[in-house]
Nanobody
Framework: QVQLTESGGGSVQTGDSLRLSCAASGDTATNYAMAWFRQAPGKEREFVAAISTLNTNTYYTDSVKGRFTISKDNTKNTVYLSMNSLKPEDTAAYYC?????????????????????WGQGTQVTVSS
């Protein structure tokens, strides 16, 4: 079983950049595919990005394509979310999630309920 701890959130201005980190402990990151979700106040948790177990495939929600990059350093048991050109609509609590293998079903890959392991979240606030 893996434990996940996010860090790197903060308050920034529109157009700024942040890099979120999610450290995995209790098991190695190599054994897991990882994803980032976010949840804004009053809204459902939504998929942001995912990376496959061996880092061969990445997936993004349309609203972050070209601005966010997910990466995983298996030697450090850490997954990152590099966020550029941040917008106020990116404001949310960001959560790291893990699963042994990403689903081939798009619906399941985007669904928070598919992922058994979660971090506690880190807040990102983007002001205009």
């Amino acid at each position: 079983q893996v434990q996940l701890t996010e860090s790197g959130g903060g308050s920034v201005q529109t157009g700024d950049s942040l890099r979120l980190s999610c450290a995995a402990s209790g098991d190695t990151a190599t054994n897991y595919a990882m994803a980032w979700f976010r949840q804004a106040p009053g809204k459902e948790r939504e998929f942001v990005a995912a990376i496959s177990t061996l880092n061969t495939n990445t997936y993004y929600t349309d609203s972050v394509k070209g601005r966010f990059t997910i990466s995983k350093d298996n030697t450090k048991n850490t997954v990152y979310l590099s966020m550029n050109s941040l917008k106020p609509e990116d404001t949310a609590a960001y959560y790291c999630a893990a699963i042994d293998r990403l689903s081939t079903s798009l619906h399941r890959r985007l669904s928070p309920g598919t992922y058994p392991y979660w971090g506690q979240g880190t807040q990102v606030t983007v002001s205009s």
